[in-house]
């Protein structure tokens, strides 16, 4: 069995920065990429950025292109999403996931979620 737990949400004002961090702990296996999705209420679940096992592929939503970046350290298990310039449309649940298998943008094409975390963007 995968777990994966999030931290770093919470409120930030339009403008500011919050750093997500995703832990994998477990029954976890290598090459295994890593993704973010969020959910506002009465919305999808939307793609936000995904990363390859070597780091070196990354996929950004267009929505977060400029403002976040994501990166990893398999030596920890962990995935950071750095979010700058902050919107109020980027207010939502935050939830990392993970499958065996390149990177991909399709939530139903990942194995393992985590519970997520509320990140909240007040203007």
């Known amino acids: 069995q995968v777990q994966l737990v999030e931290s770093g949400g919470g409120s930030v004002q339009a403008g500011g920065s919050l750093r997500l961090a995703c832990a994998v702990s477990g029954r976890t296996f290598s090459g295994y990429a890593m993704a973010w999705f969020r959910q506002a209420p009465g919305k999808e679940r939307e793609f936000v950025a995904a990363i390859n096992w070597s780091g070196g592929i990354r996929y950004l939503a267009d929505s977060v292109k400029g403002r976040f970046s994501m990166v990893r350290d398999n030596a920890k298990n962990t995935a950071f999403l750095q979010m700058n310039s902050a919107k109020s449309e980027d207010s939502a649940v935050y939830y990392c996931?993970?499958?065996?298998?390149?990177?991909?943008?399709?939530?139903?094409?990942?194995?393992?979620w985590g519970q997520g975390t509320q990140v909240t963007v007040s203007s």
């Open positions: 996931a993970v499958r065996n298998g390149g990177v991909v943008d399709k939530a139903p094409l990942y194995d393992y």
